[in-house]
């Protein structure tokens, strides 16, 4: 069997998408002889929002200094092989079925979701391969998340804490923050990103708890844009350096804890973590592909899909040239799409709804459309993101958006 074949049979072992509970875990990991106790240092990095771009910052840092880091990251964009980098290449196709069969093997039919049992799988991989660090991120949460089995981290992240994934988490901020929390190890230290208060102070109270030194920022580190450049300045001292490959305002904060994490591990080069980083479809340029090909608009593309990405999102629309903006979006029909839209609404000129192909949890076009109409936007609806490029004026900025299950698509179908 090849990759995709074995992660297709993995998807029947569990009749729930997701169900948060670390006893599977617990039990697969045992019967390999627990290859979460053999990583490098690992750096374990929760969050609702930034969480991917601190990774690939921090990882763009590393890289630059000659340091060689193992990454664990979900959900992937085209091909699932992106979710594993041993140690700083995207894991190949036989070492991805090897590892999987093996995983599959050990579990023996029992009952594990499908994130558990790839987590196990990426854990067992880096766990065979030297490298200087791993990052692992967290997929859903934090406490209960599959990624949480190692019990000494080198540093934990947590990123911005925002309203998401209420079903699973909690409906409120202190309980969502009391969730993300939970990566919080004994006497292990923690870079935390600008929290709302009410996130703040649970994470702090854990903290105390466990005797775990925060470097937090606006406390401990400060991060701001001044004439183009990025300031940091924590209790080491000042850096000035370039602003951050990835765009938008959010980056910098996420630059900030990026920075934070580097200066406590003393490692890293800070200069490459701001100007090699890369992380496909988070407001990513398309400059070539049959999509891009079909129209002369800008083509841009974001996978941020709740309120506080939309926020971020219009933020960062807005520091771009002026030009007419038409958003195609596909959403799943576990978000708050109108908390989503409501920001873009402001600097949005008309948005083209369409159904993400091949996804069970697609939001229909029709009511992806109602919503925008709800907030303000003028809107319609496509069979495709093709059509939908197709039918919109030639000298338009197009930002396809809603879901990173549609971006995946998008890259896909754009080579």
Known sequence: MDSDA????MMSLHPKIIDLTLDRVWRLLERLDNPQNRLPPVIHIAGTNGKGSTLAMIRAGLQGAGLTAHA???PHLARFHERIRVADELI?????TAILDECWQANAGQNITYFEITTVAALLAFSRTPADFTLLEVGLGGRLDATNVVQAPALTVITPISVDHQQYLGETLAEIAGEKAGILKRGVPCVVGPQPEE????IEARARALGAPLIAQGQHWHVWQERGRLIFQDETGLLDLPMPALLGAHQIDNAGAALAALRHLRAGDTEAAMTKVTWPARLQRLRTGPLVEATSAELWLDGGHNAAAGVALADALKLLPKRPLHLIC???????????LRPLAAVADSLTAVSIPGEANTLPAQETAQAARAVGLKADTAD???GAIRALPADC?????GSLYLAGRVLRENG
């Open 72 to 74: 664990y990251t979900s």
């Open 92 to 96: 190949s196709e036989a070492g991805l």
């Open 6 to 9: 074995i992660l297709e049979r």
């Open 397 to 401: 900025r197009i930002l396809i958006c």
């Open 384 to 386: 495709s993101v093709n």
């Open 199 to 202: 996130a703040l102070e649970v």
């Open 330 to 340: 596909g959403m799943l029909n576990t978000k708050d799409v109108k908390g989503y």
